[in-house]
């Protein structure tokens, strides 16, 4: 009878030591997460700071400015909606969360980092064919108006020469 009762007391101790381990894994991955958290948070900020010192966008700027910057409005909306669905994640880290959310919330950032990815080289590529097709334009324009000008001193020269 006793053997027994120390057989359950030893599982329970068991059980005890291994919820214990389980419960401190987790909080070093929180923290681990947190941390990296707002190492990301800071480079994502140094990111948005050098973005807008190199190319500044104010509200009373033309569409002239918002056009030449498709760039930064599109990591301006990337950030915006990262940070609305990061607020909601923030209200329940360390409430419930197991291997199985944690690795299915990681899966999902990385679906996401990996969509904004190809949504930014999308718009680079946009923002590159659109630049190269408006350069083109100007080159075409700028030989058209040579030879407007040569035909205008040709002409010039053809009406002096009559007078």
């Known amino acids: 009878n006793n053997d027994g009762l120390e057989d359950q007391v030893r599982a329970q101790m068991a059980k005890t030591q291994e919820w214990q381990d389980k419960n401190a ?40 400015t918002a056009s030449n910057a498709p760039q930064a409005l599109f990591l301006q909306a990337a950030m915006d909606r990262t940070s609305v669905s990061s607020d909601r994640r923030k209200s329940f880290l360390g409430f419930g969360w197991g291997e199985a959310e944690d690795s299915t919330d990681t899966a999902s950032l990385q679906a996401q980092i990996a969509k904004l990815q190809s949504e930014l080289i999308k718009a680079q590529s946009g923002y590159k064919e659109d630049m190269y097709l408006k350069e083109k334009r100007i080159q075409e324009l700028e030989d058209e108006n040579c030879d407007y000008a040569a035909k205008n001193a040709q002409l010039i020269k053809q009406t002096l020469a009559v007078d």
């Open 25 to 64: 894994a987790l909080q070093d991955k929180l923290t681990g997460w947190t941390e990296k958290t707002y190492t990301w948070k800071q480079r994502a900020e140094a990111a948005e700071q050098k973005l807008a010192n190199i190319n500044p966008i104010s509200d009373d700027d033309d569409e002239s």
